[in-house]
């Protein structure tokens, strides 16, 4: 068509998503796809039984708006059995569609414009563009490139009236790192008597290594008060593409969350719910996730000793960081284009997590995948 439209873009900086790009790439090039953070392999036949069962019963229309009902019950248990915070089921629990939308509805129903939101770096890539979009400004706090530990002399340092909202990742996507009980305790002492609000990232709750503690904001009795605690039913039970995910959060933030969800999406998928629902009442299926992702994280850690990448620390996540310095002398996005294009393995590059453009060397892979899979990739990856 010939007739040109003029407007302004919303979001004038913002390109298509890594994530997307190298996915399609690795499709392109038949790569194995060890960059975006999906399983390779299937969810339970259990879990897809009770799908095809809710759906073969009629459960196919509008679920609640809030969520069904028996699905935020075995959430709010699960919430308060391994963090010891009770959310009230029908005024502090929200189903969502997938953590992404979570995130955002979180942020729109708080950030107005002018509104400062601290952003700790590196970070998944809808965190400033959900701030932007709502008028908000964000202001970036690197973690120390020492084992990837929380820098908070810097953000009290770049706390000002505007600051409206803190998000933090834990465990972390891409590092791996951990929040820890000190960690806690020092957002616990920047944030009183302040009216700052803080978004606590924890789609990998379920996923931590060598006996290492997941640490939910949920557990302080003060960050509990003034924080949006977000997770995700697809990192946890390997079926990412159904989109389903939570939301607990006071009854206060609760309710502006609400505002916003329900003309974002409305509801989420009714039949999924019940299954989820039915599906948490077997513990083991969240609480064996440890074991099943460190005998991943083991297996690709073992194959790529034989090569010249360099191992950064995993205490969590099913994303493992690795320093290619001694392989190539690229850029990162560079490298990772290489790698999908000439060696056949697509990675994602580091700098996409940051704000401003770095050279740390580092490319991120995902383990989610089956061993075969694994040991072809490292197999790869140490004749280079």
């Known amino acids: ?126 965190y400033v563009p959900d701030v932007t979009t709502n008028g908000g400004v964000p202001v970036y706090v690197p973690l120390n490139q020492d084992g990837f530990s929380y820098n908070w002399d810097l953000v009290r340092k770049i706390i000002t009236n505007k600051t409206k909202l803190i998000i933090l990742n834990s465990p972390n996507n891409p590092t791996g790192s951990l929040i820890t009980g000190d960690d806690i305790k020092q957002l616990e002492e920047i944030t009183r008597n302040t009216d700052i609000l803080v978004i606590s990232d924890e789609v990998y709750e379920h996923i931590t290594f060598d006996g290492e503690k997941h640490f939910s904001l949920a557990e302080s009795e003060e960050l509990s008060k003034r924080s949006f605690i977000i997770s995700s039913f697809g990192k946890t039970f390997h079926a990412t593409g159904w989109k389903t995910g939570y939301c607990a959060a006071p009854e206060i933030l609760t309710n502006e969350l609400r505002k916003m969800h329900q003309f974002i999406v409305f509801s989420s998928n009714t039949p999924i719910q019940h299954a989820y629902a039915d599906y948490m009442q077997d513990e083991y299926n969240y609480l064996n996730l440890p074991n099943f992702y460190q005998k991943k994280r083991d297996v690709f850690l073992e194959g790529i000793k034989r090569s010249k990448f360099k191992i950064k620390p995993c205490k969590g996540t099913y994303f493992q960081l690795l320093d290619y310095s001694e392989v190539s002398s690229m850029k990162d996005t560079d490298f990772a284009e290489y790698m999908t294009k000439e060696v056949g393995i697509a990675v994602i590059p580091m700098s996409p997590f940051y704000s401003e453009e770095r050279n740390e060397k580092l490319i991120r892979i995902c383990f989610a995948k089956r061993d075969e899979v694994i040991k072809k990739a490292t197999n790869i990856l140490a004749k280079l």
Not at 7 to 34: C, D, R, W, Y
Not at 48 to 75: C, D, M, S, W
Not at 76 to 85: A, D, G, H, T, V
């Open 1 to 126: 068509m010939s007739n040109k439209i003029n407007f302004q873009t919303k979001l004038p900086n913002l390109g298509t998503s890594i994530f997307t790009v190298m996915s399609k790439m690795a499709v392109e090039h038949n790569a194995i796809n060890l960059a975006q953070g999906f399983p390779d392999f299937n969810c339970s036949d259990e879990l897809l039984e009770l799908v095809h069962y809710y759906q073969k019963k009629g459960f196919n229309q509008y679920a609640p708006t809030a969520g069904v009902p028996k699905l935020r019950k075995a959430i709010s248990e699960k919430i308060e059995k391994l963090y010891n915070r009770h959310y009230d089921v029908e005024r502090e629990i929200t189903v969502t569609a997938g953590a992404t939308q979570a995130l955002y509805t979180a942020i729109s129903s708080v950030v107005r414009a002018g509104d400062e939101v601290i952003i700790i770096e590196p970070a998944y890539d809808s």
